[in-house]
């Protein structure tokens, strides 16, 4: 059991998102010839879709218990729908808005979905691993153990941060007709790249992990067979198919149990820790925040730069290597430290720094400054989802009534707060920051999401002191 496969998956899917995710919103400009407050709205209309489907879809994956069957089911949807986009420039503007429309709200929910299943694959897996190992050192507490989780998916999910920039600095280029001449449209090139790279991805995905599941089953039946010879040895009265008879039941009804309280364990994981409403709200003015830049930073690029391919692709090497990369993999170290709560708080100070600067600094003729600025995608990004995915595994693993479900329940939180983040907090972002670009222009737009940041900072600060001061008279 190791988590090689997905370091490889976790790889290429960013690796292939770096062809469409930073470009989409320009393209869709391009080829349909909205307007910002258009685009705005069909962005914000997005992240609700993944708000509410985001949460079923990993529901339904745990109920049923095939984790990789969803998210074979939602890659092949993602990269058939992002990949369709390919389409618009040999259409009219007004179909191609219609058509744009329809795919982006099928990948859009379909790629959010798959990511949080994802990542609730590889924390579960992560922490298969560390009990193995902690059953040969019985002296490793459970919160060793758990930060050793914690620590390990960082090092594994920074794999998708280095692809998302090794090929962010190839789309770059490649989309540039100036560059290279591949006698195609403008940002064609890198949707091809994601779909060839999805391919792959895909045949990773459908490969790797049946052969992890059967050294997986080999190693269960051979701790069943060593378990029932010494029942047999010891009792003389159970034979070994009664006994493996007895164990398939047993796991059966267990199954079933925790597959209809799935429902009221959630209910319970809110009511036993109010302060998981707290981060709810707080992953959701982060979300507003990063639509800004997730919707309309490479817009902003265009209106200060022009067409500029290369600086694209650099923003994103830079915001990759040199931001998310060290704090994927430091950030379980500084969650541990500092708190989930302490972190969000670090993000909401970036994102301020960040976009005054932006509304301030970054004029024409000095463009290239942003990429010293696109350093606090560190904090931005890569911290605040080290502090997000810990939580789903620390609420989970805290509930000392549901101690046996956890793993049954962790991709639902994991929905939850993914929802948040991406769905009711990037779908509100985006449509505001269209309203403010369309009536006010972008540095508006940026001002006003660094006021917001530093309010938020405020409104969590007091929740924190209310709840300190809550504990401190208990």
Same mark, same amino acid.
């Given at each position: 059991?190791?988590?090689f ?5 976790y790889?290429?899917w960013?690796a ?11 393209f ?5 010839a909205t @307007?910002a407050i258009?685009?705005?709205t ?6 609700f ?14 109920k ?7 998210l074979l089911?939602?890659m092949?949807?993602?990269m058939?729908? #992002?990949?369709s986009?390919?389409?618009l420039?040999?259409?009219?503007f007004r179909?191609s ?7 982006l709200l099928?990948a %859009?929910p379909s790629m959010a979905?798959?990511?949080?299943i ?13 009990m193995? +190992? ?5 002296s490793?507490s459970? $919160?060793?153990?758990k930060v050793?989780?914690q620590?390990?998916? !960082?090092? =594994?999910r920074?794999?998708?941060?280095i692809?998302y ?6 789309? !770059? ?11 195609l449209?403008?940002?064609? &090139?890198?949707?091809?790249m994601f ?6 991805d ?5 490969? +790797? ?11 269960a039946v051979e701790?069943?067979?060593s378990t ?6 010891g009792?003389?009265?159970s034979?070994?198919?009664?006994r ?8 059966? $009804?267990?199954e079933? @149990?925790?597959h209809?309280?799935q429902?009221?364990i959630l ?5 036993e820790?109010?302060?998981l ?12 925040l990063?639509?800004?830049h ?5 817009w ?5 730069? /022009?067409k500029?391919?290369l600086l694209? !692709?650099?923003?994103?090497?830079? +915001?990759? #290597?040199?931001?998310e990369m ?7 170290q500084i969650v541990?430290?500092? /708190? &989930?709560?302490r972190?969000? $708080? ?5 994102f301020?720094?960040q976009?005054?600067? %932006?509304s301030?600094?970054?004029h024409p ?5 942003v990429?010293?600025l696109?350093?606090?995608q560190?904090p =931005?990004?890569?911290?605040l ?5 810990h939580?789903a595994?620390? %609420?989970?693993d805290?509930?000392?009534?549901i101690t046996q ?7 639902s939180?994991q ?8 769905g009711?907090g ?7 920051a269209?309203f403010?670009?369309?009536n ?11 006021s ?11 929740f924190?002191?209310?709840r300190?001061f809550?504990r401190? !008279?208990?």
């Amino acid at each position: 059991m190791n988590t090689f496969t997905w370091k490889v998956h976790y790889f290429l899917w960013y690796a292939g998102l770096a062809g469409i995710l930073p470009y989409y919103a320009v393209f869709v400009k391009t080829y349909t010839a909205t @307007s910002a407050i258009s685009i705005g709205t069909l962005f914000a209309i997005l992240p609700f879709t993944a708000f509410i489907l985001n949460p079923l879809f990993c529901s339904l994956a745990d109920k049923q218990n095939n984790h990789r069957q969803w998210l074979l089911c939602l890659m092949c949807l993602t990269m058939l729908t #992002f990949g369709s986009l390919i389409a618009l420039p040999w259409m009219n503007f007004r179909i191609s808005w219609i058509v744009a429309s329809i795919l982006l709200l099928i990948a %859009y929910p379909s790629m959010a979905a798959a990511v949080s299943i994802t990542d609730a694959i590889v924390m579960q897996k992560i922490s298969q691993i560390n009990m193995i +190992g902690s059953s040969s050192s019985p002296s490793q507490s459970p $919160e060793a153990h758990k930060v050793s989780s914690q620590s390990n998916f !960082g090092n =594994t999910r920074v794999w998708g941060t280095i692809g998302y920039g090794l090929f962010g600095i190839v789309t !770059g280029p490649l989309n540039d007709k100036n560059k290279i001449d591949l006698n195609l449209p403008y940002l064609v &090139p890198g949707i091809i790249m994601f779909i060839l790279i999805m391919i792959a991805d895909l045949i990773v995905i459908i490969i +790797g992990p049946y052969h992890e599941a059967q050294a997986d089953k080999r190693r269960a039946v051979e701790r069943t067979l060593s378990t029932s010879t010494t029942i047999e040895v010891g009792s003389g009265s159970s034979s070994r198919e009664e006994r493996k008879k007895m164990l398939q039941v047993e796991t059966t $009804e267990v199954e079933n @149990s925790l597959h209809q309280d799935q429902a009221s364990i959630l209910n319970s994981i809110f009511t036993e820790y109010p302060s998981l409403l707290q981060h709810c709200f707080a992953l959701t003015i982060l979300g507003i925040l990063m639509a800004c830049h997730w919707s309309f930073f490479y817009w902003y690029l265009e209106e200060v730069a /022009g067409k500029d391919p290369l600086l694209m !692709g650099l923003c994103m090497f830079v +915001g990759c #290597f040199l931001g998310e990369m060290i704090f994927f993999y430091y950030g379980s170290q500084i969650v541990k430290r500092f /708190g &989930p709560s302490r972190c969000f $708080e670090m993000s909401m100070i970036a994102f301020a720094f960040q976009y005054f600067s %932006y509304s301030y600094l970054i004029h024409p003729g000095y463009q290239y400054y942003v990429l010293f600025l696109e350093v606090l995608q560190g904090p =931005t990004f890569g911290l605040l989802y080290c502090a997000m995915t810990h939580l789903a595994h620390d %609420y989970s693993d805290d509930q000392h009534a549901i101690t046996q479900a956890t793993k049954q329940v962790h991709s639902s939180l994991q929905g939850i707060l993914t929802g948040c983040l991406e769905g009711l907090g990037l779908g509100l972002g985006s449509f505001f920051a269209g309203f403010l670009i369309h009536n006010f222009g972008s540095r508006v737009m940026w001002t006003c999401a660094g006021s917001l940041a530093l309010v938020s900072l405020s409104i969590n600060l007091c929740f924190d002191a209310i709840r300190w001061f809550a504990r401190d !008279g208990d």
